[in-house]
């Protein structure tokens, strides 16, 4: 792939002594949008936490735009342009919705994201910028989740569990932002459970199962069968 | 009047009190880390302002422009050589390891400047006064003293809430992992937190040297004191422990006054009485 | 279905062999006065004071979480005390010793619900001021000399024994007696539900719970033993010394500092572990004590780079190279590999 971003050519992850994730290999082009599905506890976060350094890795090879991210620590590798919206958003509590975002962009990475095209993307937010993040509803965290991961004008962005735990109305407002996310040059990593989300945003799917990719295509051309398949493993 | 002058010298040491809480609070707000060394480092910054008034002769008040600068310095090596490697889940590793570095330090004190107790020589200024009443004066010392606790204790809850290091202090403060990913290094943002300590120690080491006699043996109750007024203002409240300072400075003030044996005890029973009474403090931290 | 191949078991091969040294050693020490000169019976009355403490304080702060910066508190409350008792009621300094565990288990129940308000190492400041006060109280206490202390009147020395060998021989086994006696509480706490549930603790404080035992209570009680131990202990070592005041009384550094630190680089969490640290410290002391502050900073450097670089201690150490477990306190599967599993 000549505008290879981010290539992973086999990661193997552990909590302890337990394998969570075996020989992955998975890659992402510039300013394409991909997506991971799977059940739970497939590794799908566990892949997202890999890539950024935040789980002990073995036997790993990770290049991002030609660099080994190999020992280099989880705040150097967001320096060089991967943002991650973890899980749960977890947002800061003790700091207000702009702070927050702040923080995202406290690396002052240059880009098209700044407060008010954050503010612009999700109007809202706008409002919000005083209050503390815990006053929010589940939807406008994310929103100032996704806010502060755009605020380091990242080349690839990752988001964990995009629609978990949100509001349907919601999901379709936040689905509705990613294709300004991603004109910009921005791409995307998005683990979905929700596999029908996934495949109208993304242009390529990834199935993981129990560890292992099972399944990896074009999102067009997968037939609901061989996802099922790989999903469940029947 | 004996009272209320009492009272008020209670109030200003209390100001002294405080600024040897605001170190150790924003440590633990921080890294949730107690330093138990941070009384023996009060003690050793005291001792170095002493040589370095001893070499050149200068004003132990100008001293604090020399030696807060080398205290930050030396807390933020301590803080990535030794400490960063002791943070985790278990709370033990860092309360032994700051256990041990007390011990350490009040004995490399005891060995390189003996047991004698010393004092730093501020001039006239000891000794100005300035009447406030009829048969009531306040000295210019401990004005100052109490002054610049307070501006301190404001500068320090000014970065805290105003800036973007106090951003991310709290950012890291809240959720580490997530701080890493907003492209924060917690060891290097666990250095400044020290260093900023160790700055606000030196301070407080100049004052209490000016104050009093010290030497070696004396950290071990200066921690003390300082997590007294922390407990009694309430975790997580910059202005709560200069209250918690001034309430502990009273209570000694006024155990004084009763029985001069009883200094010491008043001021331990009225933290006691806050823990029973009140355990959150007198001004806990009011958000989220 | 046939029976299960396996069954479970506490001891090894290894705890055997250990049980039976103990009960040599015990047995050896018990003849000191026999075969030991003065100075090898004062050696071994320090060895048995900081190994009785050292297990209590391993009891609390390696088990139960609750790392206690104020335990002199206790040693010298027992000792006062026993300096009360004989001196103002008339009590045989050798009952006194008890009477002092009684007295500090009661006041420390009303204390621990003091100090359990504060968690961590909040905790341990905390107990450190208790420990200030009850020192600050002593130094009060005009009568018993305050704040420069007192001796312990000729008469009621020779009620403990009426010559100095048969006095200094009824103490030796008293010291030995109460340690063992403690070694042998805190191996049994352990062992009990309250200790294994302590143990799940450090794992997790809800499986801890679901466990039926109450971890609140569980800590309290354990607390309660390690008090009324160190205060025991207490009576005993200022019976030793026949004096008594507040600042040997309340030293952090002798009943709390030397305690952690023989914890420590022995191996904290582990019953083996003050046995080790314990030696070692005794060894150290009578080789470089006349070093003053230079030993205690090696001692306080050892301390911290044992917690650096070996967190598990000299014992946790060991225990990994050779997979020793002298008293084991869990149970282990043993599956019987000669039968063959049916179905």
């Known amino acids: 792939m000549a505008d290879a971003l981010l290539q992973i050519e086999r990661l193997n992850a552990f909590y302890g002594t337990f394998q969570a994730l075996f020989d992955v290999a998975l890659d992402v082009g510039k300013g394409e949008t991909i997506a991971v599905i799977g059940a739970n506890s497939a590794g799908k976060s566990t892949l997202m936490k890999s890539i950024v350094g935040l789980v002990p890795t073995r036997d790993v090879s990770i290049r991002f735009k030609d660099e080994n991210l190999a020992g280099i620590e989880t705040h150097d590798i967001v320096r060089r342009g991967i943002a991650l919206v973890p899980e749960g958003r977890r947002l800061f509590p003790s700091l207000s919705v702009e702070e927050n975002l702040l923080a995202g962009g406290q690396l002052k990475r240059n880009g098209p994201w700044s407060l008010n095209t954050v503010y612009d993307l999700f109007p809202i937010l706008r409002e919000r910028r005083a209050q503390k993040s815990t006053s929010l509803s589940g939807g406008q965290q994310q929103m100032v989740a996704i806010g502060r991961a755009l605020m380091a004008n990242p080349d690839l962005l990752m988001i964990d569990e995009l629609s978990l735990g949100l509001a349907p109305i919601v999901i379709k407002d936040i689905y509705a932002a990613m294709p300004k996310i991603t004109t910009q040059g921005t791409a995307a990593l998005i683990v979905e459970q929700d596999t029908g989300q996934a495949l109208a945003v993304a242009k390529r799917v990834y199935c993981l199962r129990g560890g292992r990719v099972t399944l990896q295509g074009d999102a067009k051309t997968l037939t609901r069968a061989q996802i099922s398949a790989a999903y469940f493993g029947v | 009047m004996v009272w209320v002058n009492a009272i008020l010298q209670g109030v200003l040491v209390g100001g002294l009190y405080a600024l040897f809480a605001a170190g150790l609070s924003l440590i633990f707000g921080v890294m949730r880390l107690v330093n138990i060394a941070h009384g023996d480092l009060i003690v050793l910054a005291g001792y170095v302002a002493l040589t370095c008034v001893t070499l050149t002769s200068m004003n132990p008040l100008v001293a604090i422009l020399v030696v807060a600068p080398l205290s930050a310095l030396f807390g933020y090596a301590l803080q990535r050589l030794v400490f960063n490697r002791t943070l985790g889940p278990d709370i033990l590793p860092p309360l032994l390891v700051s256990f041990g570095l007390s011990v350490i330090i009040q004995n490399a004190l005891l060995q390189v400047y003996t047991a004698d107790s010393r004092k730093l020589n501020a001039g006239p200024i000891e000794i100005a006064t300035i009447p406030v009443a009829d048969g009531l004066s306040v000295g210019v010392l401990p004005l100052v003293m109490f002054v610049t606790a307070v501006v301190i204790i404001g500068g320090l809850q000014f970065m805290f809430y105003a800036t973007p290091l106090g951003r991310a202090l709290r950012a890291t403060s809240d959720d580490q992992d997530v701080a890493r990913l907003m492209g924060y290094n917690n060891k290097h943002l666990y250095g400044i937190a020290m260093a900023i300590s160790l700055a606000v120690v030196a301070v407080a080491a100049v004052f209490l040297a000016v104050r009093t006699n010290f030497d070696p043996a004396l950290g071990p109750q200066r921690l003390i004191f300082g997590f007294e007024a922390v407990i009694i203002g309430g975790l997580g409240n910059l202005w709560g422990t200069l209250a918690g300072g001034v309430i502990l400075g009273v209570a000694q003030a006024v155990g004084a006054m009763i029985n001069p044996g009883w200094q010491l005890l008043a001021g331990h029973l009225v933290f006691l009485a806050v823990l029973a009474f009140r355990p959150q403090g007198l001004f806990p931290r009011v958000d989220g | 279905m046939t029976a299960p191949a396996f069954t479970i078991s506490r001891a090894t091969p290894e705890s055997r062999i250990a049980l039976a040294f103990a009960v040599l050693g015990l047995l050896a020490l018990a003849a000191g006065p026999y075969w030991l000169d003065r100075n090898g019976m004062r050696i071994v009355g320090d060895f048995m004071v900081y190994l009785g403490l050292a297990s209590l304080w391993n009891l609390l702060a390696g088990y139960a979480g609750l790392v206690s910066v104020g335990q002199q508190a206790y040693v010298g409350f027992g000792g006062y005390v026993l300096f009360g008792a004989a001196i103002f009621l008339g009590v045989p300094p050798l009952l006194a010793v008890p009477i002092a565990g009684v007295g500090a288990a009661i006041i420390s129940v009303p204390i ?83 200790g294994l549930a302590l143990q799940a603790i450090r794992d997790s404080e809800t499986a801890a719970e679901s466990s039926g035992v109450s971890v609140a209570n569980a800590k309290r009680l354990l607390y309660v033993v390690a008090c009324a131990g160190a205060a025991m202990i207490g009576a005993i070592y200022f019976m030793t010394k026949l004096r008594i005041s507040p600042s040997a009384a309340f030293s952090v550094n002798d009943w709390t500092a030397f305690v952690i630190f023989m914890t420590v680089i022995g191996g904290i969490g582990r019953i083996e572990g003050p046995i080790v640290g314990a030696a070692l410290f005794i060894l150290l002391r009578e080789t470089l004590s006349d070093l003053g502050a230079i030993y205690l900073i090696i001692l306080g450097v050892i301390a911290v780079a044992v917690m650096l670089l070996a967190p598990k201690g000299i014992w946790g150490l060991l225990q990994e190279k050779f997979g020793w477990q002298l008293f084991p306190v869990g149970r282990k599967l043993v599956l019987d590999t000669s039968k063959k599993e049916g179905n």
């Open chain 3, 112 to 194: 621990s619900y003091l100090v359990f308000r504060l968690k961590g190492a909040y905790f341990a400041i905390g107990t450190w001021v208790v420990a200030e006060v009850f020192m600050l109280l002593a130094s009060q206490w005009s009568a018993l000399g305050g704040g420069s202390g007192i001796s312990l009147p000729i008469a009621i020395v020779r009620e403990i024994g009426a010559t100095r060998a048969m006095r200094e021989n009824l103490i030796y086994w008293t010291t030995l007696g109460t340690t063992a006696a403690i070694l042998i509480a805190v191996y049994l706490l352990l062992r009990s539900k309250w």
